[in-house]
């Protein structure tokens, strides 16, 4: 079955340390991908998405992502993150044969200490 | 702007009580999806709606109904609450085609 694992469940880093949460998904045709945040109390957002074309995506607030064909990762990065990127952040994946439906990864919580 | 309004941000019920929870979309959105949220776990798709009394089962739907009378309103339904069921619920929705879903703000129930 299709899956999408994030390799870190919590992950806690001081301000301006350099981010990068690891994606990766299970299948071999043709996927769109997204991250998505949640902070506290708030609703899920999405933070960038890649469809086609540049394989170097860029989102909100300064968040990129790099899709690795070869190696199925999709990697979200921030070269310098602040205490308000505390949140929860998700990886998904839109499998074209299964119609609409979105594929989550287990979740990362984030922790920013000032 | 999109918007996904679900009927309570915090509910709690006592076990084996009927359960209803609502959302609505105002863009005209063909598909609506219900999924929990439990930490560790991420997001589990419970079911999903194509169309107008339309549905399908996603990978959790045991326990679960739900109903879909009309474009904008997609409604999930614990027949018989159990504590099991103590969750974040989130209702999304997206037009047909590769588009991002559109998540509303969740409803945490507590089953008791």
């Known amino acids: 079955a299709q899956s999408v694992s994030q390799h870190n469940h919590h992950v806690i880093l001081s301000e301006a340390a350099s981010l990068e949460l690891g994606c990766n998904y299970s299948?071999?045709?043709?996927?769109?991908l997204f991250w998505y945040v949640q902070y506290p109390g708030q609703h899920l957002q999405l933070l960038l998405k890649?469809?086609?074309?540049?394989?170097l995506v860029k989102g909100i607030k300064g968040f990129e992502a790099e899709f690795i064909k070869s190696k199925f990762s999709f990697n979200l990065r921030k070269p310098s993150v602040q205490w308000s990127d505390t949140a929860e952040y998700f990886c998904?994946?839109?499998?074209?044969?299964?119609?609409?439906?979105?594929?989550f990864g287990q979740g990362t919580e984030l922790s920013v200490k000032p | 702007d999109v918007k996904v309004t679900q009927s309570s941000r915090y509910l709690v019920k006592r076990t084996g009580e009927k359960v209803f929870l609502e959302c609505v979309q105002d863009?005209?959105?063909?598909?609506m999806f219900w999924y929990r949220q439990d930490p560790g776990l991420g997001l589990r798709l419970i079911y999903f709606?194509?169309?107008?009394?339309?549905?399908e089962k996603g990978d959790i739907p045991e326990g679960y109904s739900v109903s879909r009378e009309k474009k904008e309103r997609f409604s999930l339904i614990l027949e018989s609450a159990s504590t099991n069921q103590t969750s974040m619920y989130l209702c999304?929705?997206?037009?047909?085609?590769?588009?991002?879903?559109?998540f509303g703000p969740g409803t945490r129930l507590t089953v008791t």
């Open positions: 709606s194509y169309d107008v009394k339309m549905k």
């Open positions: 890649y469809f086609s074309g540049d394989p």
């Open positions: 863009m005209d959105h063909e598909n």
């Open positions: 998904a994946a839109l499998i074209y044969n299964q119609g609409g439906k979105l594929i």
């Open positions: 299948y071999g045709g043709t996927v769109n």
């Open positions: 999304a929705s997206t037009p047909t085609g590769p588009y991002e879903q559109y």
